[in-house]
């Protein structure tokens, strides 16, 4: 039997919480009696996943369900507040300095707006140029040249790299983002609404560039989307995220043909379609919850169709309901031991 394939990158039992602190108003008033406490965001809780070399996978899910945070403590952007992060297998976490930041340069993120996410102040050169130089990867004299590959790499015209991002348009500044992470070589990239703020027009040509650039330098993306279109051109697996928790993953074309958690099934019935017959739209019952307080158990529970009792009482693990697929649905574990008998 050959060996398992061991993920690029891989999170295990990650969590990321945003905590409040009270001022000193609010101190006052505790010690008063007043009923106040620290806010936590539980923004990620508790999630596994795992992207293998050569894969596209797709993370998608309504705004607010942590699908950005997920991707920038994958990037390392953030820190986890529980959990381990692993890199070919070996916990980042216990690397020393100089071995993480080689590591780190491995991973880049491509953020989703182009307008914002460059500086107003640098030329293109040396948005593009700045990190190759300072970490080593070329020296300063080969910057222009260097530059000018990425640029070309990209579809931008290497003789525009003196200008500023505020003279390109949308699609051109998306190509510049993509160049700079890029510039330090990366094995794996999170693209982060990558395409979100650009027309449709420009968007698909965006999107063949990533697929282009995918086969020519071999790399692995994790796309987040709230854009199942999107996602389905794009992913080889699917990854659906709900208040903080992974509820459904699947290969794209099984997720699309037969979803299994009740929350994909409800996104995927809102995707516009193309059809000879009446189809009667039903949204997702009530709205996303907050997550400074969310519902006990499955926090699917209150807009879920299907809800159960148990629902209420406990959180469900993710049952496999498939070769490659599972889903956090308690509905899901008569299937899962359907399965093994």
Known sequence: MSAAPIPLIELRGASKHFVKSLDLA????????????????????NVDIAV????????????????????????????????????????????????????????????????????????????????????????????REYVGVMLNRVGLDPTLMRRYPHQFSGGQRARIGIARALAVKPEFLVCDESVAALDVSIQAQVLNLFMDLKGALNLTYLFISHDLGVVRFLSDRVVVMYLGRIVETAPTSALFAAPSHPYTQALLAEVGRVEPKK????????????????PSGCHFH????????????????????????????????????????
């Open 52 to 143: 293998f070399p050569g894969e596209v996978v797709g993370l998608v899910g309504e705004s607010g369900c942590g699908k950005s945070t997920l991707g920038r403590l994958a990037a390392g952007l953030l820190t986890l507040s529980d959990g381990e992060r692993y890199w070919r297998g070996t916990p980042l976490g216990k690397l020393a300095t100089s071995d993480a930041r080689k590591q780190q340069l491995k991973l880049q993120m491509i953020f989703q707006d182009p307008y914002a996410s460059l500086n107003p102040r640098m030329r293109v050169i040396d948005i593009v140029g700045e990190a190759p130089v300072a970490h080593r990867l070329i020296g300063p004299r080969q910057r």
């Open 302 to 341: 209150p807009r879920c169709p299907y809800v159960m009792p148990r629902c209420r009482e406990s959180a469900p693990p993710l049952f496999d309901v498939g070769p490659g697929r599972a889903s956090a649905c308690w509905l899901s574990e008569t299937r899962a031991d359907a399965g093994r008998l």
């Open 26 to 45: 609010a101190k006052i008033g505790k010690r008063l009696g007043a009923n106040v406490r620290e806010e936590v965001v539980r923004a990620v809780d």
């Open 279 to 294: 189809r009667t739209y039903v949204p997702i019952k009530g709205e996303i919850p907050s997550p400074l307080d969310p």
